[in-house]
């Protein structure tokens, strides 16, 4: 028996939960007693006969943490698929939905979202956030309306959101200006991003972090200023996701994205490269040290390939998880994908172990958003518990180790976020959510 008492005392009501199996430090324990006060976990036991205390059936992980989500992008799903297209195919129709959003739907959509993601057992999401202003460009009186449905649809679903509040200033690697729907992402110029960026606060529930759109989007002579500004939040950009981006930026620029941003500064210990599917040895060197964030579903769905995973986590970067344009969400599937692509690009298996796919679920993607103290089933974490089914059709039978290469956000039961239960025996405590993704998704389709 093992006991792991808070490192300080935490007030609070006291809950007591028994695991039948749960992810302590990297491995399964058995009938691990948890106590939770404040919202946080302030003892732990393994191997622990005392019976008493709320029963947690199957294997308990830490909460899920996505790291890469475009809310809006979940209108599109099963309605992208006729005829071949291709990445930019698939935008043009991303980029109809986009044009008909206001506060109010985009926060009845979010909502839906984050709640299908709490179903699925992710008590935190990074939103990677460009949908600024008003259709025409024109701000809404409150200049970050469209970010505060995203926060208050996050408080709503009862999980936690780092705001990824992001530079969108060009068209294209060339600097060409936006161009229809594209004008509400702007903010004119860094100048106007950063007034604007300058009025979000956080809060118990909101971490707020910024992002580089991608090199795209971004022009280059304001990149240095932005790192510095931003020195030390948490920091996303899209990163070399097709290979038309690498070969616009090496006739602009003569160097790949990934040199781009290194040249102004932008890569430090808190920022993420999400995607990084097309590098060169290079890049990935560049990239030690820093955070990636791979976001299988759609990066298979929308044909764009497959990332050196193995490599980059070789060279010394974090890898994390994203449901990205929620394809689907289940970071189950995205964890193994990391490890299935992998087994397809070589044609060799075991390249990653459950406990670094569990690590890159969990652990790490919370750092990457900036919640360092969650993501671990350890004393003085917060109380994110995710209970899955050991007894379902997909996990009857399996060693509970191997459960990531074997369940589904199907099997998620039962979801404490902060030491809150938000969804019990599979079903979430505050929202029906098809009935809410049914009928917020109809009000926003063209």
């Known amino acids: 028996m093992t006991t792991s008492p808070a490192p300080t005392a935490v007030r609070g009501d006291v809950s007591v939960y028994l695991a039948e199996h749960a992810w302590v430090g990297g491995r399964v324990e058995r009938d691990v007693r948890i106590e939770v006060a404040g919202g946080r976990i302030s003892a732990i036991t393994t191997s622990s006969a005392d019976r008493s205390g709320t029963r947690l059936a199957g294997l308990v992980l830490p909460g899920l943490a996505n790291a890469h989500s475009h809310a809006f992008h979940r209108a599109l799903r099963g309605r992208t698929h006729a005829g071949r297209g291709s990445f930019w195919t ?20 979010a909502k839906a979202v984050y709640g299908e993601m709490a179903l699925a057992g992710i008590t935190c999401v990074g939103e990677f ?7 025409d460009g024109t701000p809404y009186a409150d200049p970050n309306a469209m970010g505060h449905a995203l926060t208050a649809a996050a408080a709503d679903a009862g999980i936690r959101i780092t705001l990824l509040d992001t530079v969108y200033l060009t068209s294209g690697v060339d600097g060409k200006p936006l161009e229809g729907v594209q004008v509400r992402f702007g903010d004119g110029d860094y100048d106007g991003w950063g007034a604007r960026f300058d009025r979000l606060r956080g809060g118990e529930h909101v971490r707020i972090g910024a992002a580089l759109h991608s090199v ?70 560049l990239l030690a040290g820093r955070y990636v964030c791979f976001c299988p579903t759609t990066e298979r769905d929308l044909a764009d390939g497959i990332g050196p995973a193995r490599a980059l986590a070789d ?5 994390t998880l994203g449901s990205d344009s929620h394809a689907v969400i289940d970071l189950f599937e995205e964890a193994r994908g990391v490890e299935l692509d992998e087994r397809l690009a070589t044609r060799q298996r075991g390249h990653f172990g459950a406990d670094e796919l569990i690590a890159a679920a969990t652990k790490a993607g919370h ?5 360092a103290d969650a993501g671990e089933i350890a004393a003085g974490h917060r109380a994110d518990l995710v209970a899955v089914s050991l007894s379902s059709a997909r996990t009857a039978g399996i060693d509970p180790a191997g459960l990531v290469f074997a369940a589904t956000a199907a099997d998620v039961t039962d979801v404490i976020v902060d030491g809150r239960p938000v969804v019990t025996g599979g079903r979430h405590r505050t929202i029906d959510v098809p009935e809410a993704l049914r009928k917020a998704i109809a009000a926003v389709l063209p």
């Open 90 to 109: 698939w935008r043009d129709l991303m980029y109809q939905v986009a044009g008909r959003l206001d506060p109010d739907t985009y926060f009845a959509l």
């Open 129 to 135: 956030h460009y949908l600024h202003h008003g259709p």
């Open 216 to 285: 795209r989007a971004a022009p280059p002579d304001g990149m240095a200023a932005f790192a510095d500004r931003t020195d030390g939040l948490p920091v996303h950009v899209h990163l070399s996701e097709q290979p038309a981006e690498n070969e616009q930026c090496q006739a602009v620029h003569g160097c790949s994205p990934t040199e781009l941003l290194h040249s102004r500064g932008v890569w430090r210990p808190t920022t993420t490269a999400v995607h990084a599917t097309h590098l060169s040895e290079n890049d990935r060197r």
């Open 315 to 319: 060279g010394g970067a974090t890898l």
């Open 367 to 371: 750092a990457s958003l900036g919640w």
